[in-house]
C-alpha cells in the first residue's frame, strides 16, 4: 500500500513526463516499479528501462509486469545496474525519472551521478524528487534524524536548489522547481522536485 505522499510524488512525475511529450523514459532507481507500472499503459509512451540495484525490488516488479496486457509489457525492459555509472545504452531517452532515490547514495556518489545521467545519458528531460528537509518538523522528525534509516542526506529548498542550478549551468540545461505533497506557507511541501530541460 501506498502512501498519500508517494501518490502525490507519483501523480506530479506523470503530469511532469506528460507535459514534457517524452515517449521513451529511463526510471533510475526504479525499486517496485510503482512509476513504471502506471506509465506504461499510456499511449504517449513506446519505451521504458526501469534500472535499480536492488534484484529483489526487479524480481518483484517482474511478477507484477506479468499482469499486465502483452503490448504494454514489451515496452517495459529491466536491468540491474548502478544509476551511478555510464551505460551507453541508456542515452537517447527522452526523460529520466529519478523518484526519491538520490537521498539513498552517499554524497560523494552525487558527482558520479551528474557525470552519468547528464554528461553521458543526456535525456531531454529530467525529473528529480527529493525529500525536503525544511518540512521535516511538520511530519514530527526530529532534527537529529532522517525519514528513513536509508537515507544518506536529506536537503532543504535552498540546499536541493543549489545543487540543481548548479548542475544546470554546467550541463548545459534550464531548471524549474515545485513542491510536493502541500505547500506550508514558510516550509514548502513535504517532497520537491527539480524539472532540468536539455538546452539543444
Not at 19 to 32: E, H, K, P, Y
Not at 103 to 110: F, I, K, M, T, V
Not at 138 to 143: I, M, Q, Y
Not at 178 to 198: C, K, N, T, V, Y
Request: some cysteine.
Amino acid at each position: 500500500m501506498t502512501t498519500a505522499l508517494h501518490e502525490d510524488r507519483l501523480r506530479a512525475i506523470i503530469a511532469a513526463v506528460v507535459q514534457s511529450g517524452a515517449r521513451s523514459l529511463l526510471d533510475l532507481g526504479c525499486g517496485d516499479g510503482d512509476l513504471i507500472l502506471r506509465l506504461a499503459p499510456l499511449d504517449q509512451i513506446t519505451r521504458i528501462t526501469g534500472l535499480d540495484i536492488h534484484r529483489p525490488s526487479l524480481t518483484a516488479l517482474q511478477a507484477e509486469m506479468r499482469t499486465l496486457p502483452n503490448a504494454t509489457r514489451a515496452k517495459i525492459s529491466l536491468a540491474q545496474a548502478s544509476m551511478t555509472k555510464a551505460h551507453p545504452n541508456l542515452r537517447g531517452y527522452d526523460c529520466a525519472c529519478l523518484v526519491e532515490t538520490i537521498e539513498h547514495l552517499p554524497l560523494g556518489d552525487l558527482p558520479r551521478l551528474e557525470n552519468a545521467l547528464f554528461g553521458d545519458m543526456r535525456p531531454q528531460t529530467a525529473l528529480i524528487t527529493t525529500p525536503n528537509a525544511d518540512f521535516n518538523p511538520v511530519l514530527g522528525v526530529p532534527a537529529h534524524r532522517f525519514r528513513h534509516p536509508g537515507h544518506h542526506f536529506e536537503w532543504g529548498r535552498a540546499t536541493f536548489s543549489q545543487w540543481a542550478q548548479g548542475i544546470a549551468a554546467r550541463r548545459g540545461y534550464t531548471v524549474s522547481l515545485s513542491d510536493i505533497g502541500g505547500a506550508h506557507p514558510h516550509l514548502g511541501g513535504a517532497s520537491q522536485m527539480a524539472e532540468f530541460r536539455r538546452d539543444s
